[in-house]
């Protein structure tokens, strides 16, 4: 197979840079970012070419691209980048855990999914899609493209999560909800109805610390 040149050098490139390589022998040739954005010429013992450049030191036709980028903008910034590779000509790849469990073979382009996610049958994953470790998608659902699903999300079965969302850890999608394009969902909320385009759905608590130190408690 092809070696990859994957975009990014922050942790989730390390990240992926690391599964590829031990999980599923794929080498990993080098790293790009846009010039104003290289700090150094190596990351993790591997060149950083400026992505403007980097057709001439990676060609397409011998190097599959990865792009490996948080949510950052509600997965705007890396949807831009996956476009912009395919521009330069790069096929994208995708990685799949060989410990998820996948029933489906309908996973587009440049999705991250990591171990323990559970994909059930007659389910869709359109490009672009990251499933951090730990999810369920269930029966028949539909997971449109650039979308993050964080880690120990339910998403159960008929439910439509629509482009560019971002689903929190533990968050919990029921039967045949629709989820809106661009949905924020925070960690651990419930979603019982469809959502709005562009909404933010977050649960109103966040932890107190107590006024008596911990080596002080007489039990717990």
């Known amino acids: ?71 950052a903008r509600m997965n705007v910034v890396r949807a831009t980048k996956v476009d912009a590779m395919r521009q330069v000509g790069y096929s994208l790849t995708s990685y799949i855990s060989p410990h998820a469990n996948v029933f489906t073979d309908d996973i587009g382009e440049n999705c991250f999914i990591l171990e323990d996610n559970t994909i059930q049958p007659f389910s869709r994953i359109g490009d672009n899609v990251t499933l951090w470790s730990g999810n369920h998608i269930g029966h028949h659902s539909v997971i449109e493209e650039n979308v993050f699903i964080s880690s120990h999300v339910v998403v159960s079965g008929g439910v439509t999560v629509g482009h560019n969302s971002f689903l929190g850890v533990n968050s919990t ?48």
Not at 14 to 35: C, I
Not at 173 to 185: G, R
Not at 192 to 206: Q, R, S, V
């Open 173 to 220: 999608i029921s039967d045949h909800v629709s989820v809106a394009p661009f949905s924020l969902i925070g960690a651990g909320v419930p979603i019982g109805e469809n959502t709005d385009a562009e909404g933010i759905y977050a649960l109103p608590f966040k932890a107190e610390k107590r006024s008596v130190p911990s080596t002080r408690l007489k039990k717990f």
């Open 1 to 71: 197979m092809k070696p990859i040149l994957i975009f990014g050098t922050g942790e989730i490139a390390e990240v992926a840079a690391y599964y590829f390589e031990k999980t599923l022998g794929r080498q990993v040739a080098g790293f790009t970012v846009d010039s104003d954005f290289i700090r150094e010429e190596t990351f993790q013992g591997r060149p950083v070419i400026a992505f403007q450049n980097v057709a001439e030191t990676f060609p397409p036709s011998v190097h599959d691209g990865f792009v490996a980028l948080s949510y």
